[in-house]
């Protein structure tokens, strides 16, 4: 309630969120509930929801807290999940529909979210405004954020957990008013790893300001090194130990609602399913019984493994390298051919054009630019060099480690990255001095990106589309 009123009170800000609220929850909600039929992953994720419904064990490569959260919301609504989930296409009751809401809530406030966390990065109201407007604005995360899907709240909570952390590094840290921001950032950091492990990628970017904070920074001359390596250690240890309580009890409540047998009994050792009602392995009294913690570290570890087996290419998988330059995205759902008309829908993960490669060419200028001053042993005349640290670590650190994963991969896999992308954008915009050039370029970049959005939105909401129409989206070869 201190930070709600604190930034409504900034009444500037407070127009801007709420102009954004507005922008975005216009792109998100349009043609909310079409089409009416399963949408691409959505067919596991739904069933995987209806499974704590009927109690049957079920096996998914995620943790369990992404679909816990959805039952929480179908229940809240008075929908009540189901397993009777068909293939992609097929359709749907209009009370699983209501399901998407909670995706599209979380992509709604995103943009807002990333606003403060600019401003939060010093960064002007201005170029805040714009790095939200984009967001709006970009396809491939409005698309993932429209259906039953994990990705879009993941990410949330992976933005949240940076804002609450540079809320708390940004008050006195050593006060009570600054703690609870701490540990509120560490229950979204939490949350995020327990939707899917990719949500730890975040944590590089606020290990880089720590450090910076401990060992380079000197704006706190009367901290001995000893306060400092204490602070660091606190930090640690409050993550720690709300992310160990977040996860077990994810998988706590996740093996609770599943005591039956089921469709996952076949991942698991018969320990494990002897702990399962109707398991062959029940009444076995030569299998010895399998306590929480090991069927949690099982578990994790089937998980690992089934990760790892995940290497048969898709028409649509692609490598990391191709993510920045849009080379390839994902169709998710195609609509009835029909005899009386040529137009049907598609609905097709593509990101907008210019928003990525305008983005990747800042990340590009911003290490270029940070490279050239580290040459010249220059770093302070960056503004706010601790922002483009962590701005950096920020992006890396969600793209990285992608480069050490084997199993097939998405272009959503790259949305975390993306938004990243987009505020080194705005950075880099707030490096231009000339307030008339500043703002051509602005209203430039702004005309281009939404005409942009606007031109490649037939087929991020399904409308339909003649294939002449269909072939002119289709700007690279590769996107066919």
């Not at 296409?89 to 209009?94: C, S, V």
């Not at 995940?310 to 609509?335: A, D, M, Q």
């Amino acid at each position: 309630m201190i930070l709600f009123r604190e930034w409504s009170s900034r009444k500037k800000d407070a127009v801007a969120a709420f102009f954004i609220f507005i922008l975005s929850s216009v792109t998100h909600l349009l043609y909310f509930g079409k089409p009416a039929g399963v949408v691409f992953d959505e067919t596991y994720f739904m069933k995987f929801v209806g499974y704590y419904e009927t109690g049957s064990y079920y096996f998914d490569i995620h943790p369990p807290l992404g679909k816990l959260i959805f039952l929480v919301f179908a229940h809240a609504i008075g929908v009540t999940p189901s397993i009777e989930i068909g293939n992609i296409g097929t359709a749907l009751p209009p009370s699983l529909i209501l399901l998407r809401l909670l995706p599209i809530f979380a992509g709604i406030l995103l943009p807002v979210v990333v606003y403060y966390l600019c401003r939060r990065l010093k960064l002007s109201s201005l170029v805040s405004l714009v790095a939200g407007i984009l967001i709006c604005f970009e396809n491939s995360l409005v698309v993932e954020s429209r259906f039953v899907l994990m990705d879009s709240t993941l990410i949330l909570c992976g933005f949240l957990f940076l804002l609450f952390y540079l809320v708390f590094n940004d008050r006195l840290r050593a006060s009570r008013r600054a703690w609870p921001f701490l540990i509120i950032s560490a229950i979204f950091l939490s949350c995020a790893a327990s939707i899917k492990w990719s949500g730890l990628f975040f944590i590089p970017s606020v290990a880089l300001l720590e450090f910076y904070r401990a060992f380079v920074d000197k704006t706190f001359p009367h901290l001995h090194l000893w306060q400092k390596l204490r602070s660091l250690i606190t930090v640690v240890c409050v993550y720690g130990a709300i992310f160990s309580v977040t996860y077990l009890s994810a998988f706590a409540i996740h093996f609770s609602l599943l005591p039956l047998s089921g469709s996952g009994d076949a991942f698991m050792s018969p320990a494990f399913q002897k702990t399962l009602e109707g398991n062959m392995y029940a009444t076995d009294d030569s299998i010895p019984p399998r306590r929480f913690f090991g069927k949690l570290f099982e578990l994790n570890a089937a998980m690992y493994d089934a990760n790892k087996t995940l290497v048969i290419p898709h028409p649509y998988s692609t490598k990391f390298y191709t993510w920045p330059l849009l080379k390839r995205g994902v169709y998710f759902w195609e609509g009835e051919h029909s005899t009386s008309s040529p137009a049907f829908g598609r609905i097709y993960l593509m990101g907008n054009p210019f928003v990525y490669w305008f983005s990747t060419l800042a990340v590009i200028g911003m290490l270029c630019y940070a490279g050239v001053l580290m040459v010249k042993r220059r770093a302070h005349h960056m503004k706010n060099e601790w922002t483009a640290a962590f701005i950096l670590g920020a992006y890396f650190g969600n793209f990285i480690p992608f480069i050490f994963i084997g199993r097939v991969m998405f272009l959503y896999h790259y949305e975390a990255a993306l938004v990243m992308s987009i505020i080194a954008l705005a950075y880099l915009l707030d490096h231009i001095s000339h307030k008339k050039v500043q703002i051509g370029v602005i209203v430039y970049l702004l005309l281009v990106c939404i005409s942009t959005f606007i031109f490649f939105s037939p087929l991020t909401y399904g409308t339909p589309l003649s294939q002449e129409s269909f072939n002119s989206r289709m700007w690279l070869r590769s996107w066919e």
